[in-house]
């Protein structure tokens, strides 16, 4: 197995190439302005850290957000085109999922991920401390947040006044990705849908009709 994980569905750019037993290789950059530029640049990194060709790969792995619009499509395009150049099979796993996994050794409970959805909004999702997911993914503003003491992801960062406890990670991590994706091939489980969870509709709009004007 050699499987290419990478997510951007927030401001960091993950990338991992998992051989089904370890992490053979990764990079990992904040930049929420340079998704496009870091995740291609990034996956050459990786695979070149790793003297592994691309007609190597037997399976791509991608977090699927929520997040926002633009930098989201950018990973999920990319994992759709080199899945169907290269002949192999895509999942997708939700990113909140990804940083459970990691926040869950961490907590003493039960916990919740929040992630910066803009807006003074976050995306959502509850977990056990088994990182298990209880509720979402959603989108709410910031004072409308369920409660819990612990959040894991930036929201706590960006949003102090919760008054939260902050969980680490802050970013999810394509190494966790990328051995969740490949206990899932272990498993025979089924991959996921390389599909977004975008929550909600992207910020820009299509221009509607002028409006007439009259004297």
């Known amino acids: 197995m050699l499987l290419l994980a990478f997510d951007t569905a927030t401001p960091a750019v993950t990338v991992a190439l998992h051989d089904g037993?370890?992490?053979?290789?990764?990079?990992?950059a904040v930049d929420a302005r340079r998704h496009g530029e870091l995740l291609t640049v990034s996956i050459d990194n990786?695979?070149?850290?790793?003297g592994v060709g691309r007609d190597e790969?037997?399976?791509?792995?991608?977090?699927?957000?929520?997040?926002?619009?633009?930098?989201?499509?950018?990973g999920?395009?990319?994992?759709?085109?080199?899945?169907?150049?290269?002949?192999?099979?895509?999942?997708?796993?939700?990113?909140?999922?990804v940083i459970?996994?990691?926040?869950?050794?961490?907590?003493?409970g039960d916990f919740l991920v929040g992630t910066?959805?803009?807006r003074r909004e976050l995306y959502w999702a509850s977990y056990d401390s088994a990182g298990r997911r209880l509720a979402g993914p959603a989108v709410c503003k910031v004072a409308e947040l369920p409660p819990g003491a612990h959040?894991?992801?930036?929201?706590?960062?960006?949003?102090?006044?919760?008054?939260?406890?902050?969980?680490?990670p802050r970013y999810p991590s394509a190494a966790t990705l990328a051995a969740m994706a490949a206990n899932r091939v272990a498993s025979g489980a089924p991959?996921?849908?390389?599909?977004?969870?975008?929550?909600?509709?992207p910020d820009a709009r299509e221009p509607g009709k002028p409006k007439r004007v009259t004297a």
């Open 46 to 50: 990786v695979l070149g850290k790793a």
């Open 191 to 201: 991959p996921g849908p390389v599909e977004p969870l975008y929550l909600r509709r």
């Open 100 to 108: 459970a996994a990691d926040a869950a050794p961490r907590s003493t």
């Open 151 to 168: 959040l894991a992801g930036d929201g706590a960062l960006l949003y102090p006044e919760l008054g939260r406890e902050p969980l680490s």
């Open 57 to 74: 790969l037997t399976g791509i792995a991608v977090g699927t957000g929520p997040g926002p619009y633009t930098s989201l499509r950018i």
């Open 76 to 97: 999920l395009m990319t994992a759709r085109v080199l899945a169907s150049v290269l002949g192999i099979p895509a999942d997708g796993i939700c990113t909140l999922d």
């Open 21 to 28: 037993a370890a992490v053979l290789a990764e990079e990992f």
């Open 116 to 118: 910066d959805a803009r």
